[in-house]
């Protein structure tokens, strides 16, 4: 059974940066689309992010507007989130999820088969 966890969430001022890690365990992700995605409270969960296993990217750029930049480390078996110039309206719950379709590049969560607990992000004003 694979498990995502995520990690680097916590506090942080407007204009700040964080980096979020989703690590595996279990089995090999290396071979895997992995992707982001974030929950504000009273809202639905939304897209940001998505690499697949060549490292190709797409991201929500609504959402990201060239701040959020998605990253793998095969060695770690881990895949990351930097979030710069976070504002207020970052403020959510943050999932990573795996895709067993390395080429996909899916902006839906249903095409993700496992996905982490999520972790915390709030950005003070």
């Known amino acids: 059974q694979v498990q995502l966890v995520e990690s680097g969430g916590g506090l942080v001022q407007a204009g700040g940066s964080l980096r979020l890690s989703c690590a595996a365990s279990?089995?090999?992700?290396?071979?895997?689309?992995v992707g982001w995605f974030r929950q504000a409270p009273g809202r639905e969960r939304e897209f940001l992010a998505v690499?697949?296993?060549?490292?190709?990217?797409?991201y929500n750029r609504d959402s990201v507007k060239g701040r959020f930049v998605i990253s793998r480390d095969n060695a770690r078996n881990t895949v990351y989130l930097q979030m710069n110039s976070l504002k207020p309206e970052d403020t959510a719950i943050y999932y990573c999820?795996?895709?067993?379709?390395?080429?996909?590049?899916?902006?839906?969560?249903?095409?993700?088969?496992?996905w982490g607990q999520g972790t915390q992000v709030t950005v003070s004003s």
């Open positions: 279990g089995r090999s992700f290396s071979r895997d689309s």
């Open positions: 690499i697949n296993w060549a490292g190709i990217t797409t």
């Open positions: 999820a795996a895709d067993t379709n390395g080429l996909r590049l899916s902006i839906r969560e249903a095409d993700y088969d496992y």
